[in-house]
C-alpha cells in the first residue's frame, strides 16, 4: 500500500519591519555619500547595534542649521541610537552603516530622507529646513551591539551571549556598557548595601565625579542616594564587574551622590562593583530584617521553595527551583537584646555544649522570625536578624534575661539541612507511617493553637496524596480514611481560624464522596453553627442521627447548642427592638447598642463525647471544639442571615430606623 504524505504547509512570509518598509521610499540619486575621513577596521554597524556619533547639519550653502558640537553651538553631546530600535532619520537609517570606527562622511540628503519623508517619525525642530537638500556630516564615535534586557541574556541554544552594551529601559535612556565581566550571578536590589568605585563624565566628555581614590562609594539601594538610571544599571552587575552606564536627562534624578545630576543632559559612569552585601526586608515594613555577613553556598532552602545552584563553571552560575518541606535546620546562633549594650542571652556554642541546634521547619520549635530568616540563607551563611517583639518570644517561650516586648538580634550561622523523604520507591505502608507522622505533627500544632502551621502540615499530606496510587482494595479503604481525616483536620483548622466558609467547603469534598460520613457531617454542622447558618446546621445534625444512631448523643449536644443559640438570638432581639415601633412619625428610634458583656452564648460548654475513633483521629475535645471559639455573628445575622450579609457588605454592624 502506498504511503501519502500529507503536504507541508506553506511557511508564511515574515512581516517586513518598520525600517525595511522605510527603506522602499529610497530612490536612486536621493541620498549621497562622500568619505572626508576614513575610519579603523573593516566592521561597520548593523541592526542591534548602539552608535554613538556627533552630526552637524548644514545647507548647500555651508551655513549651520544644526549641530551636537560645541564649536557650532550645539552641547557637545554625542547622538546615541539603537539601529533598528531608536526612530532615526531614513538617510541616517540607510548610510550610518556603512561607516567605520572613526569615519567621518558627508551625506547629500533629498528632503525625503530626513524631516521631508512622508510619514516621518521625527518631528523637524522648529525653524528646521525641512524641505531644503541638507549636507550631514557625520563622525562615528563608536558602535556595539546593544539588546533590551535586564538579566542574564542567553541565545536560542541557551548559551551565554555576552553584550558589550546593554539597554536597561525600554526607551534606551539608560544603557550599560561592559568592560569586565563580574562574578557569580546574583546583582543587588533593594534593600541591598553596596560599595562600588563611580566615577562619571558629562555627555561632552568632562569630569564631573571621580570617586576612585580612598574607600569605595557606599549607599544602600532603593534609597535614592544616587541617581535612578545609575542605580538601574547597577542592579544589573555582578560582583567585580566594571561598565560604562550611559544615564540621560529623564534617569538623572538628584541624589546624595549627586544633587546637581538633573541639570546635566547626560552622564557617563563609569562603576566597579566591589561587592553588596545582601540584606533582606523580611515582613516588607522594615521590622524584620536579615543581613547577611558571609555569603553560603550550594543550596537555598526554604519551606516552599528551594534554588538549587549549580555551578556550571568557575564564572558561571544558574539557578533553578525545586519543591522541598520539613527540613531538618542544623544551625549555630547567638541571642542577644536589641539595645545599646547587646547583652547575650544564649549563645548555641557555649550554652549547649557545643553542639548546634537542630529543628525542623514548619512545627513551630523556634520564634517565628527566627525560621522565616533561616529559610532564607545558604548553608554556610551568616547572617545578622533583627527582630520584633511580636516575632521574637511575645508569642515564645522567653529565654531567661529576655523581658516581654524586648527587641531581639540574633546572629545565624546555618551549617546545613536534612530533606524530608522521598516517598518515590517507598512501599504503601512506609508512606501511611510517614503520612502519619507528619499528622500526628499537625495534631500537636493544632493543639498548641498553632493552626495555620498545622493545617499546612495536613495540606502537605493531600498534596503528597496526589501521586499515591493504592494497589488493593484494602490499601484503598485504608488510603481514603486517612484523606478524609486530613480534610476534615483541616476543616477544623479553618473554623479555629474563623474562615466558616472554607470548613464547610473542606467538609463537602468528604461528604461528596460518601454523603452518610457522620463526623463530616457533625464538623459540618459545627461550622454553619459558628456562621449563624441555624437551619443547615439543624439539617446536619438530624441527617447524623439518621445514618448513624449510635452518633445521637453528639447529634442531640449539637442540637441542645444550636437551640441554646437560637433562644438566645431570639431573646437579644426582642430586647433591642423592644419600643420601636412605638415611636410617632417623624421620630428617630435607635436600636440598642450591644452591651459588650451580654454575649451571644453565655455557656462554655465543649462537646467531648466523641471517642478517639479507631483511625487515629483526635478527639472532639480539640477539634470538636472549634466552633465555639470561631468568630460569633451578630443577632442580626443569625435571625436573618441573607440581612445580615447584606449589611455586613455595606458595611453596616448596627442599624438605625428613621
Request: hydrophobic fraction near 35%; glycine fraction near 8%; proline fraction near 5%.
Amino acid at each position: 500500500m502506498a504511503v501519502i504524505e500529507s503536504a507541508q504547509p506553506p511557511k508564511k512570509k515574515k512581516e517586513p519591519t518598520e525600517e525595511e518598509k522605510r527603506r522602499t521610499k529610497i530612490v536612486p540619486g536621493s541620498l549621497m555619500k562622500a568619505l572626508i575621513r576614513p575610519g579603523g577596521g573593516q566592521s561597520t554597524p548593523s541592526d542591534g547595534d548602539q552608535v554613538i556619533y556627533h552630526s552637524t547639519v548644514r545647507t548647500l550653502d555651508g551655513v549651520v542649521v544644526e549641530s551636537t558640537r560645541s564649536e557650532y553651538g550645539g552641547k557637545g553631546i554625542p547622538i546615541r541610537h539603537v539601529l533598528g530600535k531608536s526612530k532615526i532619520l531614513l538617510g541616517l537609517l540607510e548610510g550610518i552603516p556603512t561607516m567605520e570606527k572613526g569615519e567621518v562622511a558627508m551625506f547629500k540628503m533629498k528632503p525625503s530622507m530626513h524631516y521631508g519623508e512622508d510619514d516621518c517619525p521625527l518631528s523637524a525642530p522648529t525653524g528646521f529646513p525641512k524641505d531644503d537638500e541638507l549636507h550631514f556630516e557625520i563622525e562615528m564615535l563608536e558602535f556595539a551591539k546593544a539588546k533590551i534586557s535586564v538579566s542574564s541574556i542567553v541565545d536560542s541554544n541557551c548559551n551565554d551571549v555576552t553584550l558589550d552594551f546593554q539597554a536597561i529601559g525600554g526607551d534606551f535612556g539608560v544603557v550599560k556598557k561592559i568592560i569586565n565581566d563580574g562574578q557569580g550571578w546574583e546583582s543587588p536590589r533593594e534593600p541591598y548595601e553596596v560599595k562600588a568605585w563611580i566615577s562619571a563624565k558629562s555627555g561632552d566628555g568632562k569630569v564631573i565625579l571621580s570617586r576612585t581614590d580612598g574607600e569605595p562609594y557606599f549607599f544602600t539601594f532603593g534609597r535614592s542616594e544616587v541617581p535612578k538610571g545609575l542605580e538601574m544599571g547597577i542592579g544589573t552587575m555582578t560582583r567585580q564587574e566594571k561598565a560604562v552606564i550611559y544615564v540621560t536627562k529623564p534617569y538623572l534624578t538628584t541624589s546624595t551622590l549627586m544633587p546637581e545630576a538633573d541639570s546635566f543632559e547626560e552622564i557617563h559612569f563609569e562603576v566597579e562593583l566591589v561587592q553588596f552585601i545582601q540584606v533582606r526586608d523580611v515582613l516588607g515594613d522594615g521590622r524584620l530584617m536579615k543581613r547577611r555577613l558571609r555569603d553560603g553556598n550550594g543550596v537555598w532552602i526554604a519551606v516552599s521553595v528551594v534554588y538549587f545552584v549549580v555551578s556550571i563553571d568557575s564564572n558561571e552560575e544558574l539557578c533553578f527551583t525545586y519543591g522541598c518541606s520539613d527540613s531538618l535546620l542544623r544551625v549555630h546562633y547567638k541571642g542577644m537584646l536589641l539595645n545599646e549594650e547587646n547583652k547575650v542571652f544564649y549563645d548555641s556554642k557555649t550554652d549547649n555544649n557545643g553542639q548546634p541546634l537542630e529543628f525542623s521547619s514548619g512545627e513551630g520549635m523556634v520564634p517565628e522570625g527566627f525560621e522565616m530568616c533561616v529559610r532564607l540563607m545558604l548553608p554556610g551563611e551568616l547572617a545578622v536578624v533583627t527582630c520584633p517583639p511580636d516575632y521574637a518570644y511575645d508569642k515564645f517561650p522567653r529565654p531567661a534575661g529576655v523581658p516581654e516586648g524586648a527587641d531581639i538580634k540574633w546572629i545565624i550561622e546555618l551549617l546545613g539541612f536534612e530533606t524530608p523523604k522521598d516517598w518515590t520507591g517507598m512501599n504503601f505502608q512506609s508512606i501511611m507511617d510517614d503520612a502519619e507522622k507528619t499528622r500526628s505533627t499537625g495534631n500537636r500544632l493544632f493543639k498548641e493553637g498553632k493552626y495555620a502551621l498545622a493545617k499546612a502540615k495536613y495540606e502537605k499530606v493531600l498534596r503528597e496524596f496526589n501521586h499515591v496510587n493504592p494497589q488493593d482494595d484494602d490499601e484503598g479503604k485504608v488510603f481514603s480514611d486517612t484523606r478524609n481525616l486530613l480534610h476534615l483536620n483541616v476543616a477544623a483548622c479553618f473554623l479555629k481560624m474563623g474562615e466558616c466558609r472554607k470548613s464547610i467547603e473542606t467538609c463537602n469534598k468528604v461528604l461528596d464522596a460518601n454523603s452518610a460520613h457522620v463526623k463530616a457531617l457533625y464538623r459540618r454542622g459545627m461550622a454553619f453553627l459558628a456562621a449563624g447558618e441555624f437551619e443547615d446546621a439543624r439539617n446536619d445534625f438530624n441527617m447524623m442521627i439518621k445514618v448513624d444512631k449510635s452518633a445521637e448523643p453528639d447529634a442531640t449536644a449539637g442540637l441542645q447548642k444550636l437551640k441554646k443559640q437560637e433562644q438566645d438570638a431570639q431573646k437579644k432581639a426582642r430586647k433591642q427592638f423592644k419600643g420601636l415601633f412605638d415611636k410617632k412619625p417623624g421620630e428617630i428610634s435607635e436600636v440598642g447598642i450591644e452591651n459588650k458583656g451580654d454575649d451571644l452564648t453565655s455557656d462554655n460548654e465543649k462537646i467531648n463525647s466523641v471517642k478517639k475513633d479507631s483511625d487515629g483521629d483526635e478527639s472532639e475535645e480539640s477539634f470538636g471544639s472549634a466552633a465555639d471559639e470561631a468568630p460569633e455573628r451578630g443577632w442580626l445575622y443569625r435571625l436573618w442571615p441573607t440581612g445580615g450579609r447584606i449589611f455586613s457588605a455595606l458595611g453596616l454592624q448596627r442599624c438605625e430606623i428613621l
